[in-house]
């Protein structure tokens, strides 16, 4: 099936800022999970770039008001497995006509990445109102962003990729822009730490940036 728009305009809509996480730790998922929901950030993009990050989304899924999904998303067994680990949404670092083909039969949406007018084009012609704009600064940032909202006036964005909370900011204030993704919020080193708090007070830093 086309993109859900209506299921996905509301899990993007929840907050300004998607943490997008990379762990391999799983007894840090529930606690870390715990941290950004309470300061305000209940999406959470687990990327499947370690060995544990399935268990990782499986534990952060059992935590109260945490909507979990899947990141670096790129083939049919990927879309499988993180319906498997109770994710709600998938996202993809690019598009390709397989990804979305394999996107038409799994039951939770998937948020596509792109990077081109080209791209964004050809997500739209296969349904999608809704993509991830990656890797953000690396393209140009919220100028290219702004660019698109004319001539794409129907697809609203979630750009992602070397965005901190200044550039956040700025994104957050185009017309165009649902949310943000960002790994800021989780520092390395108050995971290291298992400084929760401090995660927990830059997640409600950044719960507060559209305010």
């Not at 007018?117 to 109102?129: D, H, K, L, N, Q």
């Not at 909370?165 to 943000?180: D, E, H, R, T």
Request: aromatic share 4%; proline share 9%.
């Amino acid at each position: 099936m086309p993109q859900d728009a209506s299921a996905i305009r509301s899990i993007l809509s929840l907050a300004p800022v998607v943490p997008v996480i990379i762990l391999d730790d799983v007894s840090q998922a529930r606690p870390l999970a715990e941290a950004l929901v309470a300061g305000g950030l209940p999406i959470l993009e687990v990327t499947l770039r370690t060995p544990n990050a399935l268990k990782v989304m499986e534990e952060m899924a059992k935590v109260t008001g945490a909507i979990v999904g899947s990141g670096t998303v790129r083939n049919a067994t990927h879309m499988k497995q993180s319906v498997d680990a109770g994710c709600r949404f998938m996202v993809s670092p690019g598009i390709s006509p397989r990804i979305l083909d394999a996107a038409d039969d799994i039951g939770i949406p998937l948020l596509p990445g792109i990077a081109t007018p080209s791209e964004a084009m050809t997500a739209a012609e296969r349904g999608y109102s809704f993509l991830k704009f990656f890797p953000a600064e690396a393209n140009g940032g919220a100028p290219v962003l702004k660019a698109f909202a004319s001539p794409l006036p129907d697809i609203t964005f979630c750009p992602t990729g070397g965005i901190d909370p200044a550039k956040a900011k700025i994104y957050l204030g185009l017309s165009n822009v649902i949310c943000v993704g960002g790994s800021w919020i989780m520092p390395a080193d108050a995971l290291a730490a298992n400084d929760f708090a401090r995660i927990e007070a830059l997640a409600r830093e950044a719960a507060a940036l559209r305010g």
